[in-house]
């Protein structure tokens, strides 16, 4: 089983940034390929950024392209996402999510994140 743990969402005004950590536990030795999602209310859930273990496979979606930034702590088996000149457009739960590889095909899923971001 994998365990994932998401943090650092919360409420920030427009052109703010933040921070996400999710911190993998238990048996991580398929996860081989991590990422962030988001669903806003109402709308399907879409991925926004990932990253493989060994840092060759991975990207973002177009929306946040510029100014979100993916990267991980192999040795904390922890991956982040810094998410900078923010606009209302990115209020979502924010989830993480492992798998075996980077087309996600049955990941496991972290509880998510809120991040709200007002005009």
């Known amino acids: 089983q994998v365990h994932l743990v998401e943090s650092g969402g919360g409420s920030v005004q427009a052109g703010g940034s933040l921070r996400l950590s999710c911190a993998a536990f238990?048996?991580?030795?398929?996860?081989?390929?991590m990422g962030w999602f988001r669903q806003a209310p109402g709308e399907d859930r879409e991925r926004v950024a990932s990253i493989s273990r060994d840092s060759t496979t991975g990207g973002y979606a177009d929306s946040v392209k510029g100014r979100f930034t993916i990267s991980q702590d192999t040795a904390k088996n922890t991956v982040y996402l810094q998410m900078n000149s923010l606009s209302p457009v990115d209020t979502a739960m924010y989830y993480c999510?492992?798998?075996?590889?980077?087309?996600?095909?049955?990941?496991?899923w972290g509880r998510g994140t809120q991040v709200t971001v007002s005009s």
């Open positions: 999510a492992a798998a075996s590889s980077c087309a996600f095909q049955s990941p496991y």
């Open positions: 238990g048996d991580l030795y398929n996860t081989l390929c």
